[in-house]
């Protein structure tokens, strides 16, 4: 009971890549950085597992985005074609890349991370991808000429990625969608059609990621004109209840979400985000178990996976390593007492 779980990204190592930056360029090239990459993916590996995570993932290590990693082996985009866009409802702005024709995969993009993961631990894997109406939102249309359109087609090529890393042995695939938070109608609209589209015939466990963002001044800036109380989950819970995704993340450690909205959800595994992303500061594990216990308030124990807020891949080493350790810890604090 309680198998705990990270969000999926981990800081990269400072001698692998720019630290403490969310798109912190490469520091090694060729077949240095490909050997780089799997010994950084390895040795998280071996701390998720010190520290008690029972899910894990590779830290996201192998790329340098979670969306732009795996749009850069699909066709149909040209990368050359910046467009300036506002991202998750104009937050901030990013020079992305223009989807200029037809979406086709034509290789798989993470087989080979995936083989490799899955050789270095006998435990559950989780992998990530970025969910289709967040690909939408970090990448401009100049081919499909509506978002439900695009996000069908993205959602197309996700499932044939899911299916090949299902058969690779992954036990559950995670699609990372924080601008279900922004777009909330869309969600119900076409969001969790385009999820399902993506899940389509994987026996694996599926999930959601939707969370506040990462860590960066941009989220932080944003979250304070949110008001006293967070209520954008209360919007989708009740067409995420009804979803056919098996577990939902969410962000409950420091955040303003009122946890009686974990009410609305009672059909899902929910992996409860007990580490904040944000700051230098470590939890103890009694604050981890604290927010464990207040989410279990409105949530059965056996529904509960302990998590991370969101992903840890811009904060330093170190400290991502100590609050795996904090999370880990926590949740055995709280399994002792049951
Ligand atoms: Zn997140």
């Known amino acids: 009971m309680l198998e705990t779980t990270i969000a999926g990204s981990l800081p990269r190592p400072d001698w692998l890549a720019e630290p403490e930056k969310l798109k912190g360029g490469w520091k090694l090239s060729g077949q240095a ?11 998280w590996l071996r701390h998720e597992e010190e520290a ?33 866009m506002g991202i998750r409802d104009n937050r901030y702005q990013l020079e992305v890349p223009t989807v200029t024709g037809p979406l086709s995969r034509p290789a798989p993009v993470h087989l080979e991370e995936v083989k490799f993961t899955r050789a270095q ?32 087609a993205f959602a197309e090529i996700l499932n044939q990625e899911a299916k090949d890393l299902e058969r690779a042995g992954v036990d559950v695939i995670q699609f990372d969608e924080p601008a279900f938070n922004v777009f909330t109608k869309d969600v119900k609209d076409w969001g969790i059609e385009a999820l399902h589209r993506a899940i389509d015939g994987l026996r694996c466990t599926t999930a959601t990621h939707i969370c506040y963002g990462y860590g960066i001044q941009e989220n932080i800036d944003w979250k304070k004109t949110l008001g006293s109380e967070w209520r954008q989950y209360e919007e989708i819970f009740p067409a995420l209840n009804a979803s056919r995704i098996d577990q939902i993340s969410l962000e409950c450690a420091g955040s303003k979400v009122p946890l009686s909205l974990l009410g609305l959800i009672p059909d899902k595994q929910l992996m409860i985000g007990a580490i904040q992303v944000t700051g230098d500061r470590v939890e103890t594990p009694e604050e981890v178990a604290a927010t464990l216990r207040a989410a279990m308030q409105y949530v059965d124990a056996e529904r509960v996976l302990p998590c991370t807020n969101c992903g840890m891949a811009p904060i330093g080493y170190d400290v991502a390593l100590a609050k795996l350790r904090a999370l880990g810890a926590g949740a055995a604090l709280v399994r002792k007492s049951l």
């Open 33 to 43: 950085l490909e050997d780089g990459k799997r010994r950084a993916a390895a040795e």
């Open 52 to 84: 008690g995570i029972d899910i894990l993932t590779d830290g996201e290590v192998f790329r340098i985005h979670f969306v732009h990693g795996f749009l850069e082996k699909i066709r149909g985009i040209d990368w050359q074609k910046k467009t300036l």
């Open 121 to 152: 631990t006998k435990k559950k894997l989780k992998f990530t991808l970025p969910g289709p109406m967040t690909i939408c939102d970090t990448i401009a249309d100049a081919h499909y000429g509506s978002r439900p359109a695009m996000a069908m």
